[in-house]
């Protein structure tokens, strides 16, 4: 009866220590565990919790530290031994937070033997550290571990877990990239190790390219510009002193960056994936042969199965087309400086860099690597296993992780056909067989490519066309009507306006004209478009420059309509003593449609700030320069005049000093004399009176 008593009441004391915990009152946790020692270290929650993995949970550091200190002495070698349903010990709880440090050291102080204890998946208390970025705990253990007293083979184990995931791959998988370069600088052999994927640290790092952008502010560009891609460059020598003082003034750059890119050099100059990339390529290049009788005789449907889950395997690529599939600019970088050597890989399709580069679209890695001309050279003159060229493959688009923009059909086609020709261009005399395996041109290849595309840009292109053309003419038959319907209405006897003498009917008349002019214009250019055969080469310039002068001619019609109707307003209002708010409410229509359309904003306000910003450097250069030239000048001037004349410093500044008392001398006599010929004036003409 008694046994059953007490069960009971260390039910009661379970129940009030969970409730407590959950309403994070910890001084009633405290006040429970005072009263009861034993209960710290049984088992409290479905995941066979211990208050103290609990309290861990909770990230209470100092309730964590107290709890531990009301742990019986003769129990401390229990603390290795207690574990929840994970498998993981108190330690592993208390490693999830640098801001419980001073309860780890408590817990290594009663038990040396939590630092080796391994959960269900292999992990010691390092790893997670490792596992949620906690760089203050993980150096804290590492110390306690002694790591660098250790050989690679002796810490491995306690850098790892069972599947051979290592504390480098995690704090790169969590982007946790200043806890992975301390790792990777303190051990640097955890660089060339593979995980159950077999995928090195630096090959994750390739395929996250969202690591690399974020803190990068990404300008939106407005349909116009997109349609008139601007060849605008400024001048790189100003712009480079612009931005030089940019950076002069914001400081340095993001810290988080900065330790990226060290972690990228690092790995890149570490990490030997593509040699066993090209090791393993070779060897299977070499046991084809043997194989190939026994491939014949088993199923095509297998075989096109397991080919198609090969190619899928991101191991099986170097870190570099990783990068390049990702479109990390930053780590194809580092390659090219470090590991030029790395571009001669190719993939088991044969692809090269550039390859890949045109086959997922990534045209800023295929400028970085054709500026190498050594290297360009052999690259843009290689083909894959099916015989085609580089440019070949801008017939072929694959989907990469990185975002791709969403673009209408016919800009779509003009960004194939503009890389069609700049591969062209590059590749120039260096394809040696136009012909791939199939006996198809690069030509033929990109025309039966795109047919689809051709026909879905020409329905999106003549759908456009028509709903401006519809827009203009609308436009031009409101501003036709506007002229006899004039502000004020007409003199019933001449016929001439009323108001017209006033001068807001000028520029109401202007702004009509203007308007319908325009909406005229762009009728046409849009009558020029829909009568267009449109052959493929014109989606290239003609079309697109058609487009876009429609659409400007289109909204500053709009504009000027706006313009005429602010005049209409303040003609009417003419008489009103509120003539000033009168005048702003009139025309504001014209700002709100210029801010709420985004494309007219970006179109005009982007060619302004640069052109603003080429003229303040410009501006700045020319009166440095003049201020220079000036004071050069009058330094040279001076010179001559104190060498003519015998000059030295000390007799120049009395000459000055001389010839000032002089002409204040002749300003004070001047007004001394105009007061006394006033005072003798004055009795005279009392006199005359």
């Given at each position: 009866m008694a046994d059953n008593n007490e069960i009971e009441t260390e039910g009661k004391i379970a129940d009030l220590l969970r409730k407590a915990m959950m309403e994070k009152d910890y001084n009633e946790v405290r006040r429970l565990c005072r009263e009861v020692p034993k209960e710290l270290l049984q088992i409290n929650s479905i995941y066979d919790d211990t208050v103290l993995h609990m309290a861990a949970h909770s990230k209470q550091n100092d309730l964590v530290l107290d709890l531990i200190k009301m742990i019986p002495e003769d129990r401390n070698h229990e603390l290795s031994n207690i574990k929840n349903t994970d498998g993981n010990t108190i330690l592993h709880e208390v490693a999830a937070d640098d801001a419980m440090e001073d309860a780890a050291g408590e817990l290594l102080?009663?038990?040396?033997?939590?630092?080796?204890?391994?959960?269900?998946?292999?992990?010691?208390?390092?790893?997670?550290?490792?596992?949620?970025?906690?760089?203050?705990?993980?150096?804290?253990?590492?110390?306690?571990?002694?790591l660098e007293k250790l050989s690679p083979e002796e810490s491995k184990p306690h850098l790892r877990r069972n599947d051979g995931t290592t504390v480098l791959h995690v704090s790169m998988a969590n982007e946790c990239f200043g806890l992975a370069l301390f790792i990777a600088q303190r051990y640097p052999y955890l660089i060339e190790q593979r995980d159950q994927s077999s995928m090195t640290a630096l090959q994750y790092l390739a395929c996250n390219p969202t690591a690399f952008r974020k803190g990068k502010t990404q300008i939106r560009r407005g349909f116009i510009q997109l349609l008139n891609k601007s060849?605008?460059?400024?001048?790189?020598?100003?712009?480079?002193?612009?931005?030089?003082l940019l950076l002069f003034v914001e400081g340095k750059k993001n810290a988080r960056d900065t330790v990226l890119r060290e972690?990228?050099?690092?790995?890149?100059?570490?990490?030997?994936?593509?040699?066993?990339?090209?090791?393993?390529?070779?060897?299977?290049?070499?046991?084809?042969?043997?194989?190939?009788s026994s491939k014949l005789s088993q199923k095509k449907g297998q075989n096109s199965q397991e080919s198609s889950i090969n190619k899928d395997k991101k191991s099986d690529e170097s870190a570099l087309f990783l990068a390049t599939m990702s479109n990390i600019q930053e780590i194809v970088q580092e390659v090219l400086n470090f590991r030029p050597q790395a571009l001669k890989h190719t993939n088991k399709e044969g692809m090269n860099i550039l390859h890949v580069a045109i086959v997922y679209r990534h045209i800023y890695i295929f400028n970085m690597v054709i500026e190498h001309e050594l290297l360009s050279r052999r690259l843009l003159s290689a083909s894959d296993d099916e015989g085609n060229s580089v440019l070949h493959m801008v017939s072929q688009?694959?989907?990469?992780?990185?975002?791709?923009k969403m673009q209408s059909p016919a800009l779509q086609l003009r960004d194939e056909l503009l890389l069609f020709e700049k591969v062209k261009s590059a590749s120039k005399n260096l394809i040696t067989n136009p012909l791939n395996k199939d006996n198809k041109t690069a030509e033929e290849l990109f025309d039966a490519a795109n047919e689809r595309l051709h026909h879905d840009a020409k329905e999106w292109l003549m759908r456009t066309t028509e709903?401006?053309?519809?827009?203009?003419v609308f436009i031009a038959t409101v501003a036709f009507a506007a002229v006899y319907t004039v502000p004020g209405g007409p003199n019933q006897d001449t016929g001439i306006p009323i108001l017209y003498s006033k001068p807001f009917f000028l520029v109401f008349v202007l702004a009509d004209v203007i308007s319908l002019t325009l909406a005229l214009s762009s009728v046409g250019i849009f009558l020029s478009i829909l009568t267009s055969a449109f052959p493929l080469e014109d989606f290239k310039?003609?079309?697109?420059?058609?487009?876009?002068?429609?659409?400007?001619?289109?909204?500053?019609?709009?504009?000027?309509?706006?313009?005429?109707?602010?005049?209409?307003?303040?003609?009417?209002?003419?008489?009103?003593?509120?003539?000033?708010?009168?005048?702003?409410?009139?025309?504001?229509?014209?700002?709100?449609?210029?801010?709420?359309?985004?494309?007219?904003?970006?179109?005009?306000?982007?060619?302004?700030?640069?052109?603003?910003?080429?003229?303040?450097?410009?501006?700045?250069?020319?009166?440095?320069?003049?201020?220079?030239?000036?004071?050069?000048?009058?330094?040279?001037?001076?010179?001559?005049?104190?060498?003519?004349?015998?000059?030295?410093?000390?007799?120049?500044?009395?000459?000055?000093?001389?010839?000032?008392?002089?002409?204040?001398?002749?300003?004070?006599?001047?007004?001394?004399?105009?007061e006394s010929s006033q005072r003798g004036e004055a009795p005279l003409r009392h006199s005359d009176v």
């Amino acid at each position: 009866m008694a046994d059953n008593n007490e069960i009971e009441t260390e039910g009661k004391i379970a129940d009030l220590l969970r409730k407590a915990m959950m309403e994070k009152d910890y001084n009633e946790v405290r006040r429970l565990c005072r009263e009861v020692p034993k209960e710290l270290l049984q088992i409290n929650s479905i995941y066979d919790d211990t208050v103290l993995h609990m309290a861990a949970h909770s990230k209470q550091n100092d309730l964590v530290l107290d709890l531990i200190k009301m742990i019986p002495e003769d129990r401390n070698h229990e603390l290795s031994n207690i574990k929840n349903t994970d498998g993981n010990t108190i330690l592993h709880e208390v490693a999830a937070d640098d801001a419980m440090e001073d309860a780890a050291g408590e817990l290594l102080k009663r038990d040396a033997c939590l630092l080796t204890a391994s959960n269900k998946l292999g992990e010691k208390p390092i790893f997670c550290a490792a596992c949620y970025g906690q760089s203050q705990m993980f150096q804290f253990l590492a110390n306690k571990m002694g790591l660098e007293k250790l050989s690679p083979e002796e810490s491995k184990p306690h850098l790892r877990r069972n599947d051979g995931t290592t504390v480098l791959h995690v704090s790169m998988a969590n982007e946790c990239f200043g806890l992975a370069l301390f790792i990777a600088q303190r051990y640097p052999y955890l660089i060339e190790q593979r995980d159950q994927s077999s995928m090195t640290a630096l090959q994750y790092l390739a395929c996250n390219p969202t690591a690399f952008r974020k803190g990068k502010t990404q300008i939106r560009r407005g349909f116009i510009q997109l349609l008139n891609k601007s060849k605008f460059e400024v001048r790189k020598g100003l712009a480079k002193l612009f931005s030089s003082l940019l950076l002069f003034v914001e400081g340095k750059k993001n810290a988080r960056d900065t330790v990226l890119r060290e972690l990228v050099i690092l790995l890149v100059e570490k990490d030997t994936s593509w040699e066993v990339n090209i090791n393993s390529q070779a060897m299977s290049l070499g046991e084809s042969d043997k194989l190939c009788s026994s491939k014949l005789s088993q199923k095509k449907g297998q075989n096109s199965q397991e080919s198609s889950i090969n190619k899928d395997k991101k191991s099986d690529e170097s870190a570099l087309f990783l990068a390049t599939m990702s479109n990390i600019q930053e780590i194809v970088q580092e390659v090219l400086n470090f590991r030029p050597q790395a571009l001669k890989h190719t993939n088991k399709e044969g692809m090269n860099i550039l390859h890949v580069a045109i086959v997922y679209r990534h045209i800023y890695i295929f400028n970085m690597v054709i500026e190498h001309e050594l290297l360009s050279r052999r690259l843009l003159s290689a083909s894959d296993d099916e015989g085609n060229s580089v440019l070949h493959m801008v017939s072929q688009k694959r989907k990469s992780q990185a975002s791709e923009k969403m673009q209408s059909p016919a800009l779509q086609l003009r960004d194939e056909l503009l890389l069609f020709e700049k591969v062209k261009s590059a590749s120039k005399n260096l394809i040696t067989n136009p012909l791939n395996k199939d006996n198809k041109t690069a030509e033929e290849l990109f025309d039966a490519a795109n047919e689809r595309l051709h026909h879905d840009a020409k329905e999106w292109l003549m759908r456009t066309t028509e709903n401006c053309t519809i827009l203009s003419v609308f436009i031009a038959t409101v501003a036709f009507a506007a002229v006899y319907t004039v502000p004020g209405g007409p003199n019933q006897d001449t016929g001439i306006p009323i108001l017209y003498s006033k001068p807001f009917f000028l520029v109401f008349v202007l702004a009509d004209v203007i308007s319908l002019t325009l909406a005229l214009s762009s009728v046409g250019i849009f009558l020029s478009i829909l009568t267009s055969a449109f052959p493929l080469e014109d989606f290239k310039i003609y079309l697109f420059k058609k487009l876009i002068q429609g659409i400007i001619c289109l909204v500053l019609s709009v504009s000027m309509m706006a313009v005429a109707f602010g005049a209409a307003i303040v003609l009417i209002m003419t008489d009103s003593p509120q003539n000033v708010v009168w005048s702003v409410v009139a025309f504001l229509p014209v700002p709100i449609f210029f801010l709420s359309y985004s494309p007219l904003r970006s179109a005009v306000l982007g060619p302004c700030l640069e052109w603003f910003k080429i003229f303040i450097l410009d501006f700045l250069v020319v009166v440095f320069v003049v201020v220079v030239l000036l004071g050069y000048a009058l330094f040279s001037i001076i010179r001559i005049v104190f060498k003519a004349l015998g000059w030295t410093v000390i007799g120049a500044i009395c000459t000055l000093c001389r010839i000032w008392i002089w002409i204040w001398g002749i300003f004070f006599n001047s007004e001394s004399d105009t007061e006394s010929s006033q005072r003798g004036e004055a009795p005279l003409r009392h006199s005359d009176v």
